[in-house]
């Protein structure tokens, strides 16, 4: 199975601390983690991690590539990165992230949104089983979704927050899994935001909310799936490994509410471990 994945790479700073700060407080952590991460980046790790082959399109700069590079031989996966930074790229972003020890859950510092040059990306895309994209560049994902769509690669598409052009990018998804606190222009509540959504033809609708049941839509035939329980030691990248696992699962021909069923087992297994990749050593 391949597999390419098309958007955000970053350096994570990750603190591993009980409680948090009050304004005006310093503490020590714990533990401190630097790793790459980011929304297609852990998307494709996953993937990878499953047993796929997996491609990332992204852009991290020439002073980070060996950092994405060495994941291959650490968790004996094989992944792909092109890196379409042009020569004037500001720099991978660098990410801040607290996990409270006490229950996994995460917060994040991410620095500012910049959209900068990339360079010519390639004309065609096939010989993929599943493509994925997320909201950030989108002069690399809006080209490579038309690409897939053309060629009748399905494309999985997921996103934190709205950014302006989403729906160009929308017009080309077949699956959308994102957070249910997702909102689409001139919406204020969830099911408003659904019936933006339902202008565009998808084959499948997920929204995810921590803990709580995922709301689906096959077609337009709405049904609710509840994740697994497990003991909780990070939830950082939890959503991410949902979207490599859906490819994953997609890819080898399973119909979209077992793909998104199986997803979810797999997101809440990596859970259990902390950071987004350390599971799969545990596979």
């Given at each position: 199975?391949?597999?390419?994945?098309?958007?955000?790479?970053?350096?994570?700073?990750?603190?591993?601390?009980?409680?948090?700060?009050?304004?005006?407080?310093?503490?020590?952590?714990?533990?401190?983690?630097?790793?790459?991460?980011?929304?297609?980046?852990?998307?494709?790790?996953?993937?990878?991690?499953?047993?796929?082959?997996?491609?990332?399109?992204?852009?991290?700069?020439?002073?980070?590539?060996?950092?994405?590079?060495?994941?291959?031989?650490?968790?004996?996966?094989?992944?792909?990165?092109?890196?379409?930074?042009?020569?004037?790229?500001?720099?991978?972003?660098?990410?801040?992230?607290?996990?409270?020890?006490?229950?996994?859950?995460?917060?994040?510092?991410?620095?500012?949104?910049?959209?900068?040059?990339?360079?010519?990306?390639?004309?065609e895309i096939s010989n993929y089983d599943v493509l994925m994209i997320?909201?950030?560049?989108?002069?690399?994902?809006?080209?490579?979704?038309?690409?897939?769509?053309?060629?009748?690669?399905?494309?999985?598409?997921?996103?934190?927050?709205?950014?302006?052009?989403?729906?160009?990018?929308?017009?080309?998804?077949?699956?959308?899994?994102v957070s249910k606190s997702f909102r689409p222009p001139g919406t204020?509540?969830?099911?408003?935001?659904?019936?933006?959504?339902?202008?565009?033809?998808?084959?499948?609708?997920?929204?995810?909310?921590?803990?709580?049941?995922?709301?689906?839509?096959?077609?337009?035939?709405?049904?609710?799936?509840?994740?697994?329980?497990?003991?909780?030691?990070?939830?950082?990248?939890?959503?991410?490994?949902?979207?490599?696992?859906f490819c994953h699962y997609l890819a080898k021909g399973k119909e979209?509410?077992?793909?998104?069923?199986?997803?979810?087992?797999?997101?809440?297994?990596?859970?259990?471990?902390?950071?987004?990749?350390?599971?799969?050593?545990?596979?």
């Amino acid at each position: 199975m391949r597999a390419l994945f098309v958007g955000l790479a970053t350096i994570d700073i990750i603190y591993y601390s009980y409680g948090f700060l009050k304004e005006d407080q310093k503490t020590y952590a714990d533990k401190q983690v630097i790793i790459p991460g980011g929304m297609a980046s852990n998307a494709a790790i996953t993937f990878a991690g499953l047993g796929g082959n997996s491609e990332l399109w992204t852009k991290i700069g020439a002073k980070n590539i060996s950092d994405f590079n060495q994941l291959e031989e650490e968790y004996n996966i094989q992944l792909k990165v092109r890196d379409y930074a042009a020569s004037d790229f500001p720099g991978l972003p660098v990410v801040s992230i607290l996990i409270n020890r006490k229950n996994g859950s995460r917060t994040v510092l991410n620095k500012p949104v910049l959209h900068p040059e990339t360079e010519q990306i390639e004309s065609e895309i096939s010989n993929y089983d599943v493509l994925m994209i997320d909201g950030f560049y989108p002069d690399l994902t809006i080209p490579a979704a038309r690409c897939a769509r053309q060629n009748g690669i399905p494309v999985v598409f997921d996103s934190g927050s709205w950014k302006p052009g989403l729906e160009h990018l929308l017009q080309y998804t077949d699956y959308l899994i994102v957070s249910k606190s997702f909102r689409p222009p001139g919406t204020k509540s969830f099911r408003s935001g659904l019936d933006y959504l339902a202008d565009f033809d998808f084959k499948g609708m997920a929204f995810t909310d921590g803990s709580k049941p995922v709301i689906a839509f096959d077609h337009r035939i709405e049904f609710s799936l509840n994740p697994q329980t497990v003991k909780c030691a990070d939830t950082l990248g939890a959503g991410d490994v949902l979207h490599g696992a859906f490819c994953h699962y997609l890819a080898k021909g399973k119909e979209f509410r077992e793909a998104l069923k199986s997803a979810m087992n797999t997101a809440s297994f990596s859970c259990s471990f902390e950071g987004p990749h350390t599971w799969i050593k545990e596979i």
